[in-house]
């Protein structure tokens, strides 16, 4: 596909679900994106273990809200 | 991030902060999409009587006497590493003081505000700021006139309409 060349439909399709999609995730709470972060550390991590790489960290959110919770 | 906060309240109530603003990728929570990142970054004021040099050290001494660990330039609370950034500019120093208390677990957290956090991405202008920045465009509700004067006053229109430009 050279550039400038109109889209597919089904791509155009895919692509609005997208932008929608992205749209509706930023409209998530902050506690929710935190959490999304978390699982989107896990899936780094694991990629890299699966490439390779070294491993790269994830936070612990259970222990991060726990110990929020026990210091207030 | 509530157990952060709170550690650099005590902080600011024991005068070793001024005041302090969360920024960086995790202040996008606040406004877009996630991204994916790794730490937390704390924007800091602290004043420095006239003559002497600035040091984190007393930032570092305090934390480490409530039992956090101090690896490197990183303060771990829990697993999450936590980077103070003392503000190193104008633009930065006006992005804390303009900060924003935004509600996050039940408490208030210290969040740098959208048009500062593009005009401080503009500003450092690597590749994924510039993605950053227009990410906040896209997503967050942008005061337009309070960020054209941003960037006007920090000289950054010019950056920012070659950013633009690219969408």
Redo the contacts between chains.
């Keep these: 596909m050279r550039s400038g060349e109109e889209l597919p439909e089904v791509v155009r399709h895919v692509l609005e679900f997208k932008a929608a999609r992205?749209?509706a995730?930023?409209n998530l709470p902050?506690?929710e994106?935190?959490r999304?972060?978390v699982e989107?550390?896990k899936w780094?991590r694991a990629a890299h273990i699966a490439t390779g790489r070294p491993p790269?960290?994830?936070?612990?959110l259970a222990?991060?809200?726990r110990?929020?919770q026990e210091?207030? | 991030?509530?157990?952060a906060v709170?550690a650099f309240r005590e902080l600011q109530a024991e005068g070793v902060i001024r005041r302090f603003a969360l920024g960086g990728a995790a202040a996008l929570?606040?406004?877009?999409?996630?991204?994916?990142?790794?730490d937390i970054d704390f924007f800091v004021l602290v004043d420095v009587p006239v003559g002497q040099l600035l040091s984190m050290q007393p930032i570092y001494e305090h934390l480490h006497r409530k039992g956090y660990m101090v690896v490197g330039e990183q303060i771990l609370?829990?697993?999450?590493?936590v980077h103070v950034l003392v503000a190193y500019n104008p633009l930065v120093e006006e992005a804390v003081h303009e900060a924003r208390e935004?509600p996050?677990?039940g408490?208030l957290v210290p969040v740098i505000t959208p048009e500062y956090l593009i005009a401080i991405a503009l500003q450092t202008n690597r590749y994924k700021d510039r993605e950053r920045a227009r990410l906040l465009w896209e997503?967050?509700a942008i005061d337009e006139a309070k960020l054209n004067d941003i960037l006007t006053r920090h000289g950054l229109m010019e950056v920012w309409e070659a950013v633009r430009s690219q969408q």
């Design positions: 992205r749209k995730l930023a902050p506690e994106k935190l999304l972060i989107m550390q780094a790269t960290p994830v936070w612990n222990m991060l809200m110990r929020a210091s207030s | 991030m509530n157990e709170r929570i606040f406004y877009t999409e996630p991204v994916l990142t790794y609370i829990g697993d999450a590493p935004l996050f677990n408490e997503q967050a």
